[in-house]
């Protein structure tokens, strides 16, 4: 079973930035639907990005323009590179893999249903104003 190990998880300020990445154990790695999600206490867990197997990218409305997902398959590592944080933005983030929404490689919205075969322990992600 693959296993997602995440990190770069920190307290910053408003408009701060951080990285966070996510170390995938599975060869395969490649041919998998990649996502980044995120649940603040009290808050149902949200998409954030997905990236599919040919480097397309989805983002959420809430964050694009400051969230980028990306990925290096030599390293077998998932980005998400993430600016101009405020504290909205905080949350644990969690890094998924195997990504099926029934609608692609898309980020879900609210109310669509979406799974994945492996998920990561989570990265905490504190931003204070």
């Known amino acids: 079973q693959v296993q997602l190990v995440e990190s770069g998880g920190d307290s910053v300020q408003s408009g701060g930035s951080l990285r966070l990445s996510c170390s995938v154990s599975?060869?395969?790695?490649?041919?998998?639907?990649m996502g980044w999600f995120r649940q603040a206490p009290g808050k149902e867990r949200e998409g954030v990005a997905t990236i599919d197997t040919h480097g397309t990218t989805s983002v959420a409305d809430s964050v694009k323009g400051r969230f980028t997902i990306s990925q290096d398959n030599a390293k077998k590592t998932l980005y998400l590179h993430m600016n101009n944080l405020n504290p909205e933005d905080t949350a644990m983030y969690y890094c998924?893999?195997?990504?099926?929404?029934?609608?692609?490689?898309?980020?879900?919205?609210?109310?669509?249903?979406?799974?994945?075969?492996?998920w990561g322990q989570g990265t905490q992600v504190t931003v204070s104003s």
């Open positions: 998924a893999a195997d990504v099926v929404t029934g609608l692609g490689c898309v980020v879900p919205f609210r109310g669509i249903h979406y799974s994945a075969a492996a």
């Open positions: 599975d060869d395969a790695y490649s041919r998998y639907c």
